[in-house]
């Protein structure tokens, strides 16, 4: 068989441009918080897992964490329930909590596991609730009048109250890719729903991340015009919030990239995980494909 010299030398000046970049990352924690609607049908895809591995083959410690959303939502209409969502927090009730953790901590957890570890990594698939990692409090929203604040209950909804990282730096420490559900617990042993950007937000934090990598649906945060903004720091993306050009969905992922580049972690990233290899063009580029956000 003949060898096509030009591509071979295309391929190794590849692999020697991203040699720089292997060797700054090495031993470093980043945490890639994988959204329901950047998954594709089978829930993990090739591309997806293969970027994941090679990181954690070059020396990088890579944590999952993922949604879920449309996944649950698709259940809960098969069941005849319909979806509700109060500022981006889907109201959970005592059965939507039972769906919520069959979907995320059975499903699409495992399905995540799967796909990594057909692409050679060896992946361990825990939810919050494990070794009570994710400490949870009842999620209280506001609404009505500034003057006059009204309480929204949306149920078993839950936001960090803290989380304790040792099963997952153990889990990296011997070479494993932790999986993480977004469930968390609270001392009486009620289980919360929580959005995932805010669990990955608040790991990459606690752990100290070199990246907090957020993959979703759209090319990153974009201008009123369409054109993709990057290279934010924290007083840009407050002007976007208070004009309106950032809104709905992306504001509480927005917030949790502020709040992790204002409490240590180097950059925050959001990408368009559906892409193919997003993960690895953001990562090994200079440019990068998506919004990065810088302390
Ligand atoms: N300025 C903006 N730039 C990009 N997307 C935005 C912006 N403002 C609001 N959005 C919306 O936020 C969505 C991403 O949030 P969401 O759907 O919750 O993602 P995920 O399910 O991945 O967590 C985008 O698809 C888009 O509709
Ligand atoms: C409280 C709350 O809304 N929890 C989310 C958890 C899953 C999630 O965050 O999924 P995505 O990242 O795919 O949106 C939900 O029930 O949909």
């Known amino acids: 068989m003949s060898i096509d010299h030009s591509k071979a030398i295309e391929t190794a000046h590849v692999l020697t441009e991203a040699l720089p970049y292997i060797r700054r990352f090495a031993g470093k924690t980043m945490v890639i918080k994988y959204g329901g609607n950047a998954m594709d049908e089978g829930a993990c895809s090739t591309s ?3 970027d994941v591995v090679l990181m954690r083959l070059v ?3 890579p944590i999952v964490v993922h949604g879920g959303g449309p996944q649950i939502g698709k259940l809960l209409e098969r069941l005849g329930k319909k979806s509700e969502f109060v500022q981006g927090m889907r109201v959970t009730d005592d059965e939507t909590l039972d769906v919520v953790q069959m979907v995320l901590g059975g499903l699409v957890n495992k399905e995540i596991v799967s796909g990594l570890t057909q692409a050679g990594g060896r992946a361990v698939g825990i939810s919050g609730k494990d070794s009570a990692m994710i400490r949870a409090r ?4 506001s609404g009505g009048l500034a003057s ?3 309480i929204i209950d949306i149920g078993h909804v839950g936001e960090v109250e803290s989380i304790d990282p040792a099963l997952v730096e153990s ?3 011997t070479g494993f890719i932790p999986v993480v559900a977004p469930i968390g617990v609270d001392d009486s042993g009620q289980s919360y729903n929580i959005n ?3 669990v990955a937000g608040k790991l990459a934090s606690v752990l100290n991340a070199e990246k907090l990598i957020l993959l979703t649906n759209t090319r990153g945060v974009l201008s009123k015009q369409g054109e993709l903004l990057t290279g ?3 007083p840009q993306v407050e002007a976007l919030i208070a004009d309106g050009t950032i809104h709905g969905g992306m504001l509480p992922k927005i917030r949790c990239a502020l ?5 240590g972690v180097r950059s925050s990233h959001i990408v368009d995980g559906r892409l193919e290899h997003s993960v690895l063009l953001e990562l090994f580029t200079d440019e990068g494909i998506g919004t990065l956000i810088r302390g």
């Open 138 to 141: 009842k999620m209280i929203l």
């Open 259 to 263: 709040d992790a580049v204002n409490s």
């Open 171 to 173: 889990l990296c420490a």
């Open 48 to 50: 997806f897992a293969r």
């Open 148 to 150: 006059a604040p009204e």
């Open 196 to 198: 995932a950007d805010l």
């Open 59 to 61: 020396g990088m410690n």
């Open 232 to 234: 934010l720091k924290p």
